[in-house]
């Protein structure tokens, strides 16, 4: 074959993959492997996402807004497809919030735009420049959790991919169908608009031992561990560079200065929102003596049921066990949670809030991803700070405070340390638009990175020049 001719075959396999003209010669890109974007075998997955990373950054960065629309358009059209989808497979959350999670997704996850680069001129002793820019990682393994599958397949895709990476996902094996279906989607959203084939993949069928095949994989380099804290554990100990996303025991703390019927509407929303399956929902309510009995009653006034002490134990009993969180009841609508510990209430019912006499109480302690909510009663703001550190347990992830105190306020965000406190608002208030932050669906608490955009998925590299390219004297 003369040159001529591998030039041609090279266009033509570019036209085929729908892969955009490399930028700079000399950097063709490998030929694809038949199919995808699902394979039978993780190394196939990785292997084929190598080589779409490479194609992806060797097509430049402009093509990448057009890209993101895409994916943005399907995920609007598929939103309430993709919610009855999840909540039939994992019997978990409700079908009307979780539209809401595949829009907020889609229309709020922060694309390109998030990267900047920076200059400086004058550096190196008066005499030179420095470039700061931000590179991909390249080949990213996304360990994806059954409670939030098309969002956070819609999300991590449009922020990884934004960064220049690709993606192979290990999704949760009882959300794999949803999981998978989204990808296919969003994959040939990718394709339609230009992008190449397999820059997010995955396999047929789940395996558990693919994680760890992943993490131990050459060409992966980066694992982005969303999950409880097996998971995030198992990767923070793979040796490569990791972002743990792992889970959260959000407190909200409710002082005497608080606008309590404010207050009660917000938790309403934010705790019983898919049925309290996100890892950033109030999971502890702390309350002022003063004004617990009134929250109470605000609470009661909303589409929220107060257990007396016999049955927040008939709950509890039906709930935990052998102090865990039943995982068969995660994710259930609080009716059908409460009548099954014979407790009559309408169906409809979004919230149930019972008076715990203990901070060791097993909902207050462990992550429940139900709509029942323990509520601690303290005689001071300091004793509330106090607890609301230790029942967080130090994950940083997310903190509430309903106060119109600034000084507690300020007070409490030193003290709890969170990667998000939010004040006045309902957890659900706390995602920022395309304009203020976006909306996160890996918030990196246990690494550090905090709410993940596109940056989170950069290396920062510079380029130094001494002595010259100071062009303003
Ligand atoms: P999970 O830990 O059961 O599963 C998460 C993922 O890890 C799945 O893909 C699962 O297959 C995988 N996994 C778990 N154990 C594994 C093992 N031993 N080997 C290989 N893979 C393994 O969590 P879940 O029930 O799917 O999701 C709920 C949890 O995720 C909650 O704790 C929640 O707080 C947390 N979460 C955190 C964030 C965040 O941004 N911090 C976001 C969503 C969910």
């Known amino acids: 074959m003369n040159i001529d001719e591998k030039l041609i075959e090279q266009i033509v396999r570019n036209v085929v993959n729908n892969v955009v003209t490399p930028k700079s010669a000399g950097s063709a890109s490998p030929a694809q492997p038949a199919g995808g974007p699902l394979f039978d075998t993780i190394e196939e997955a990785i292997a084929a996402a190598k080589i779409a990373q490479k194609q992806w950054v060797d097509g430049g960065k402009d093509i990448r807004y057009g890209v993101v629309e895409q994916i943005r358009k399907v995920s609007l059209a598929n939103a309430e497809k993709w919610a009855k989808a999840a909540v039939a497979e994992t019997g978990m959350g409700r079908v009307e919030d979780k539209i809401i999670k595949n829009i907020v997704a889609a229309e709020r996850s922060l694309g390109p735009e998030d990267l900047e680069i920076k200059s400086y001129s004058r550096c190196c002793n008066d005499n030179g420049s420095l470039t700061v820019d931000m590179a991909p990682y390249g080949v990213i393994a996304a360990i994806t959790p059954m409670t939030n599958p098309a969002p956070m397949v819609i ?26 279906d989204s ?42 561990a969303t999950g409880g804290p097996a998971i995030v554990d198992i990767a923070m100990r793979s040796g490569k560079k990791v972002l743990g996303a792992g889970p959260g025991n959000p407190p909200a703390v409710v002082d005497d200065t608080a606008d309590i019927a404010r207050a009660a509407r917000e938790i309403i929303y934010g705790a019983s929102f898919d049925n309290n399956i996100l890892c950033n929902e109030e999971k502890i309510l702390i309350c002022m003596r003063a004004v617990a009995d009134k929250l109470l009653g605000e609470l009661a006034k909303g589409n929220c049921y107060v257990l007396n002490n016999e049955e927040a134990q008939r709950v509890t009993n039906l ?76 994950f940083k992830h997310t903190a509430m405070i309903h106060s119109n105190n600034i000084e507690r306020i300020t007070y409490f965000a030193q003290e709890i340390n969170t990667t998000t406190v939010q004040v006045n ?29 596109p940056r989170s998925f950069t290396r920062q590299r510079r380029l130094s020049i001494y002595g010259s390219m100071n062009f303003v004297k």
């Open 425 to 453: 608002g309902s957890s659900q208030r706390t995602g920022g638009d395309l304009h203020n932050g976006g909306t996160s669906w890996t918030i990196a608490g246990a690494t550090g990175e905090g709410c993940t955009t």
């Open 183 to 224: 990808l296919v989607v969003v994959h040939d959203a990718i394709v339609a608009a230009g992008g190449p084939r397999n820059l997010i993949t995955s396999t047929k069928t789940p395996n558990i031992d693919n994680a760890k095949i992943a993490m131990s994989h050459k060409d992966v380099s980066l694992i982005c």
């Open 319 to 394: 709930v935990v066990k052998n102090g865990e969180i039943d995982k068969k009841l995660m994710g259930k609508d609080c009716a059908v949670i409460l009548k099954q510990a014979g407790i009559n209430v309408r169906d409809d019912l979004r919230l149930a809030v019972f008076v715990a006499n203990d901070e060791m109480h097993p909902l207050v302690q462990h992550e429940q991803l139900m709509p029942v909510l323990p509520l601690l009663v303290v005689d001071s703001f300091e004793e509330a700070v106090r607890m609301a550190c230790r029942v967080e347990h130090n």
């Open 155 to 180: 999300n991590n895709t449009i922020i990884m991919i934004s960064a220049g990476n690709s993606v192979v996902y290990l999704p949760h094996p009882s959300a794999i169908k949803v999981t998978l």
